[in-house]
């Protein structure tokens, strides 16, 4: 068995997240400012100069506002977030998701997925091949992030295959939560179940059958929200 390195997190890295949980906590509510950096670093027993380059940090993830001359503000991040913000959050939940998050993602999936299902299906037999191997590496997978990376490299394959660069370009910035949410699935329910319904988009669209692929990734993202495939807080305690 390969056990990973272990790795210190710096003072900035631990300013950063402290920051991010107080914002997101509503601790530090939007719009409120901050104290100046050296008071900042002052009370954090931390450097000014950790304290400057973790708000510059916060600043381009969309937390903060440093406004000229009157100082740094939290950013109403929900209405002016980018897909940074949604990254860091998802980095700093690491694959706890609230039953809020799981649901929210599922939704976003399922518009993604009717897309991308659309703009693949004159794909080449060649690149029929091409995913048919990644859906059998699902089967394969050792761990639940290895079988969940694969899955989403499903969907960002087919939607590159697609010619819709964009299309692939949304889903790969949906990476983190994807994955988060994939294994959850994974510990619930068991590879097995990933790569079956993997493997039945894949034969739908193999038949070049639209409408069966949408009411497949309907169904199935039913099942996930309200359904015997639910992926909320209380399944997970049901596998404790």
């Known amino acids: 068995m390969k056990f990973e390195k272990l790795t210190v997190p710096t003072q900035r890295e631990l300013f950063i997240k402290k920051m991010q949980e107080m914002i997101l906590s509503g601790e530090l509510p939007a719009n409120s400012r901050i104290p100046p950096e050296r008071d900042l670093a002052k009370q954090m027993g931390i450097s000014r100069s950790v304290v400057n380059t973790g708000i510059a940090i916060l600043e381009y993830q969309g937390f903060l506002q440093v406004i000229n001359r009157q100082g740094t503000f939290v950013a109403d991040y929900k209405k002016t977030a980018s897909i940074e913000t949604l990254n860091a959050i998802m980095r700093l939940k690491g694959d706890v998701l609230t039953d809020h ?25 060649n690149d029929l091949e091409k995913l048919r191997v990644i859906v059998e590496n699902i089967k394969t997978s050792t761990s639940y992030y290895e079988a969940s990376c694969h899955a989403l490299d499903f969907q960002i ?33 068991g590879i097995e179940k990933l790569y079956m319904h993997t493997r039945t988009s894949w034969e739908l669209l193999k038949k070049r059958d639209y409408n069966g692929a949408l009411e497949w990734i309907e169904t199935f993202t039913k099942e996930a929200i309200d359904g015997k495939y639910t992926l909320y807080e209380k399944d997970m305690r049901k596998q404790g």
């Open 101 to 125: 998050d799981i649901r929210s993602i599922l939704e976003i999936r399922w518009a993604l997925e009717k897309l991308t299902m659309r703009n693949a299906l004159e794909l080449s037999e």
């Open 157 to 189: 394959t087919m939607a590159d295959m697609g010619e819709n660069d964009m299309l692939g370009l949304i889903i790969t910035t949906f990476r983190n939560p994807c994955i988060a949410m994939w294994m959850r699935f994974c510990k619930i329910y």
